[in-house]
């Protein structure tokens, strides 16, 4: 940082500065824009580590979040602690201050369906906290050992370290696991209060597994209650899929690979690649399979990267890492919510982006509950995740709005509810923030089938109601006019006994009565 | 990066990467999205770091773009090599292998108007063709003097550090000053071609001190030639504004300041703090003037930040260091563009957000060449870039959509363009790859007063426009009747000459003949 006043324009000067310092100097595209935001930004983070930590180890997540008044800032900011406990895996104490005081540290970087993929959030929450008040993180954490520990630290941003000021240790009489992390910020929770408690009811509404707490500054308690203890299998790691290589990460590799031929290599670092399938790549891309791939020239790595991705039969990526929130998961949380009238879900088939697996779930909600608003309601999630803000420049409000909603006899005044999740082993994510989805063409197209098949469905549904009412209608305009008619014609053959009329009338009827 | 299979989940490893290795693994933030995109950021991302190598030199920029197909890669992409060569201030040759060969390294993080912010945009080109291609970087540059130095090099992406593979010395006997860049990528310019156009088309529209030549991949040549040498001041760097200070920075500036006495620490670090503001802030705050900075606790550096951001009477941030476009410039490069029949431009006084001032310039054209697509056109500009995707997600898209157009008598199906400009030292981008301007309230605000202002007078244009429609179909009627009834009147007088109406016809005129 410059801080004297510059004369004259010389030459550049140049200098370096910290990952840490980068995401401090630029923290609006970390989703920090302003003290509403990141009040919201910093418990979302803190909260979705937890439910990772819980999840990878099959434990039913249980997290308690306190928002507590500590003093007032501003005019419109006020200082808040915020404490976040969860019974997840706990973190090894080597670990711990990096792990909250060292930007791009983290566990998340591997190909496996996670909430983070950054390893970013968490600790920007944290240095938000401390730029804003000057106050230390406490940090304590067991992985359910003998001992518990505990740590008082702070970031040296310009450095991109964690600075211990304090560390306990604790016996674990009770067998404890889990985290505990707790920090001030400056924050407008008022503000942000309608989307963090929205935050939360979706949060429960896809992860019905979990117990969420959340206490907020007024004291006033809010406890989204599991509906299952039946866990998803924690997601799992995969290899690459040729598909999404580049020549960077060949290059790796190539430099940590304990295999000695093209034939192993490709079998042993790449997702779905058998013996039968490496034979015919290396086939099509004329190498030897014995040739030892630390022998490649660089010439020869960048036609390999080519021909991984023009090669016509390495299977689809396997969905095995991914878990989807399923079908009935999916109806079940919708019908709690938003009680519609009709509702269809769709889930797509494993589909692939740049190497990726990626699995689309759709969902189209009429009636009841679901508010008309002159526009469709769009619940979006990725990874379990609820996203909140800036949904227009989703790649899902792309494709709801460029369908043709005619040809499904859909008007945007109706009540209609869209949910859309994408889960991946990387979502492509257009900001740091997590904020919305990048128009990937794959995922645009994904998502383009899964709204029309769910829309076709409605469209039926929307027809035959249609139908029903119209029939409704015919049946009234009989039922007014028959009686009159049968009297008549009773009067006229000067009969006594009216016929029977309803004998007709179900007679003339297209659809069952209980349909009405 | 982890390449084998894990098997039962045991306890999260952890791992640091480096700032190279975090923008390789999520190219998506960087604007790197698809090998269309990708091209497109390439050349922007060159050209902007040579506009800015000019400017800050004053001497009207003089950039060549070459960019030519190598090979085929996939099947709809190719190899392209792209070359740029400029005639800015050139780079010491001891900070040429960093400033393209590692990431979050520069000479953009000051507190000055630059296009440039991240420090990132043309390492992360670089690095893009490193990995879809494998070669090498040539960067060739002088500062004028003596020497011409030549590089040969490529990225250490898991240690974010330059690979010096060549280093050459040769003899600048011409004096060239000015910095060549060439690299192989991966793209798809079919795809990307009208991107790229619009984007040179917008960048000579404001920047006409400026000489852009770009030549495809077809040989097709583009030129922009410069409309005057006049060049803006060179932007100034500034201190901080009281407003935008967190804790981080006061820190940061207590380590480093020469000063011993707060009053003294205030004059000498913060913009707009002169003996009586300081002296006032310091009674405001219960500081004794002459406290030694370094002595400062805790607790008095964070009341310290909130009574800078309390305290009412710090001037607003001075705008000298600012570099707007100007009316007139806007206004020519928009008469040039679109010729439209009424255009009116609004340059708003310089506000502050964060403590980092900014202008904003707006103006509006209507009918003439700007074309009629059921909704506005919108030319976003921010230090003088034009911003091409993602429109839905920007601020102005935001105020534009907010507006109550009845209110003006426009409708969004008339001819009218939107041409917004924000120029900061500190411009608030929500994603790294520069795409659009975040939701800052104070930005929100300031466009919001220009659009209104420019909507009022457009409003004007549009209702005297109307009236004089009506005028017309008046005159119409008039002339069309009046010769008749003069003609009968004559008749019925019965005298022979009739009266001349076109003096009756002038009388129920309301507007002058000439604006028919």
Redesign the interface.
């Known amino acids: 940082?410059?801080?004297g006043?510059?004369g004259k324009?010389a030459?550049?000067?140049?200098?370096?500065?910290?990952?840490s310092?980068?995401f401090?100097?630029?923290r609006?595209?970390a989703g920090l824009?302003?003290p509403s935001r990141a009040i919201f930004v910093a418990i979302r983070e803190v909260v979705e580590n937890s439910l990772d930590?819980a999840e990878?180890?099959?434990i039913p997540p249980d997290i308690y979040v306190r928002l507590s008044f500590e003093s007032e800032?501003?005019?419109e900011t006020q200082i808040y602690k915020l404490r976040v406990q969860d019974n997840g895996?706990g973190?090894?104490p080597r670990?711990i201050p990096?792990?909250f005081g060292?930007v791009?540290?983290?566990?998340k970087?591997?190909?496996k369906q996670m909430r983070g993929?950054?390893?970013l959030g968490g600790k920007m929450a944290v240095l938000y906290g401390?730029?804003?008040?000057?106050q230390p993180a406490f940090v304590t954490s067991s992985?359910g050992g003998a001992k518990i520990y505990s740590f008082k630290l702070m970031i040296d941003?310009?450095r991109n370290r964690p600075i211990i000021l304090d560390r306990k240790v604790l016996i674990n009489k009770d067998g404890w696991r889990g985290t505990i992390i707790e920090f001030t910020l400056e924050g407008d929770y008022l503000r942000a209060m309608p989307k963090i408690l929205e935050y939360f009811k979706q949060t429960a509404m896809v992860n019905p597994y979990a117990n969420l707490t959340f206490v907020d500054p007024k004291g006033r308690f809010y406890k989204f209650t599991r509906a299952t203890t039946n866990m998803p299998e924690?997601p799992?790691?995969?290899?690459p899929h040729p598909y999404g290589v580049?020549?960077?990460?060949l290059q790796?590799?190539i430099q940590?690979?304990q295999y000695k031929t093209m034939m192993e290599f490709l079998k042993g670092?790449f997702h779905r690649v058998g013996e039968i399938t490496a034979q015919k790549f290396l086939e099509f891309s004329a190498l030897s399979p014995s040739k030892n791939p630390k022998k490649l020239t660089?010439e020869e790595?960048?036609r390999l990267?080519?021909n991984l991705?023009?090669f016509k039969d390495f299977l689809p990526p396997d969905a095995s890492c991914l878990s989807p929130l399923g079908e009935e998961l999916l109806k079940a949380g919708i019908m709690k919510e938003l009680k519609p009238d009709y509702l269809v879900v769709n889930q797509r088939k494993p589909s692939t982006y740049a190497g990726h697996p990626f699995i689309v779930e759709m969902a189209i909600a009429y009636g009841g509950d679901v508010p008309k608003r002159g526009n469709f309601v769009i619940y979006r999630f990725a990874n379990k995740i609820p996203l909140l803000y800036?949904e227009?420049?989703d790649v899902s409000?792309r494709v709801i709005s460029a369908m043709n909603w005619r040809r499904y006899k859909v008007s945007p005044d109706m009540p209609i509810a869209i949910v859309v999740h994408i889960c991946s082993t990387k979502v492509?994510?257009?900001?740091?923030g997590k904020e919305?989805i990048?128009?990937?063409?794959e995922v645009r197209r994904e998502e383009a089938n899964a709204l029309r098949e769910v829309s076709r469905q409605l469209g039926h549904f929307l027809t035959r109601q249609e139908h029903v009412h119209m029939e409704k209608k015919r049946l009234g305009i009989f039922s007014k006019y028959l009686p009159k008619i049968a009297q008549f014609s009773t009067m006229l053959a000067r009969q006594e006994k009216v016929p029977d009329i309803d004998v007709l009338l179900k007679s003339v009827q297209k659809y069952g009565a209980e349909e009405k």
Chains 1, 2 share one sequence.
């Open positions: 940082m410059d801080s006043v510059s324009v030459q550049a000067t140049f200098e370096e500065i910290s990952a310092d980068f401090y100097r630029n609006d595209i824009t302003n930590a990878s180890q099959k800032a501003t005019k895996s973190i090894q670990f990096s792990a060292q791009l540290y983290g566990s970087y591997k190909l993929t950054f390893g401390q730029i804003t008040t000057h992985t941003i310009q924690p799992k790691e995969t290899m580049d020549v960077e990460l790796r590799l940590i690979t670092h660089h790595i960048v990267m080519q991705k023009k800036d227009a420049s409000y492509p994510y257009k900001t740091v919305f990048a128009d990937r063409s």
